[in-house]
């Protein structure tokens, strides 16, 4: 199975600066099916980035996602006090489906 | 906008079954994939596995031996059992859609395995 890692575990920002969160993928993700969530406490994912780039219906611009093959980034340019949660990335190249471990990203 | 519920008991006794169904609203159940997928308290997400309307299906080879998704079509569900669980199956279970990544996902529903 493909093994997601994600760093840092723990990202501390303030309002207004720029968060960068990696996910390194064991092997190559099949046709870049990297995807992105948003976890808030008690809440279910939501569906941040699919296809490593592509924005999810109602998603701000202010989150981006990048790279390829074992490498990807999820970027969010100016944080908002509503951004503070945890981010996981999933592949759907290979089965099993797999998720990374989590990145908290915290005031 | 497709919403997505979970129902079932929130508590079940080791060696036991966990059963779990997810009524899906706001659209058909026909033409899609459908997925469990678990986060046992204070840690991350685990796939359990999908289901495709027609009934074909995909499981984690972790939980593969324990795990039946089935759907039913005519009442716009699909169900989750899982054999023999134990204290480590204690998460909360979501349902979600699967179109490759997960776009619609339920609210959630804790299953604590305990005497």
């Given amino acids: 199975e493909i093994v997601l890692t994600q760093s840092p575990g723990t990202l501390s920002l303030s309002p ?6 990696s996910c390194r993928a064991s092997q190559s ?6 995807a992105w969530y948003q976890q808030k406490p008690g809440q279910a994912p939501r569906l941040l980035i699919y296809g490593a780039s592509s924005r999810a219906a109602g998603i701000p611009d202010r989150f981006s996602g990048s790279g390829s093959g074992t490498d990807f980034t999820l970027t969010i340019s100016r944080l908002e006090p ?7 990335c999933q592949q759907y190249g290979t089965s099993p489906l797999t998720f990374g471990g989590g990145t908290k990203v915290e005031i | 906008q497709v919403q997505l519920q979970e ?3 929130g508590l079940v006794k080791p060696s036991e079954t966990l059963s779990l169904t997810c ?17 046992p ?71 604590t395995v305990s005497s």
């Fill in chain 1, 29 to 34: 993700v099949s046709s870049n099916y990297l």
């Fill in chain 2, 7 to 9: 129902s079932g008991p």
């Fill in chain 2, 41 to 111: 308290p204070g840690k991350g997400l685990e796939w359990i596995g999908y289901i495709y309307y027609s009934g074909n299906t995909d499981y984690n080879p972790s939980l593969k031996s324990r795990v039946t998704i089935s759907v039913d079509t005519s009442k716009n569900q699909f169900s989750l059992k899982l054999i023999s669980v134990t204290a480590a199956d204690t998460a909360v279970y979501y349902c979600a859609r699967w179109v490759g990544h997960f776009d619609f996902w339920g609210q959630g529903s804790l299953v």
């Fill in chain 1, 16 to 21: 207004g600066e720029r968060a960068t969160l």
């Fill in chain 2, 23 to 39: 009524t899906v609203s706001g659209g058909s159940i026909s033409s899609f994939h459908w997925s469990w997928i678990r986060q």
């Fill in chain 1, 82 to 88: 509503e951004d503070f949660a945890v981010y996981y």
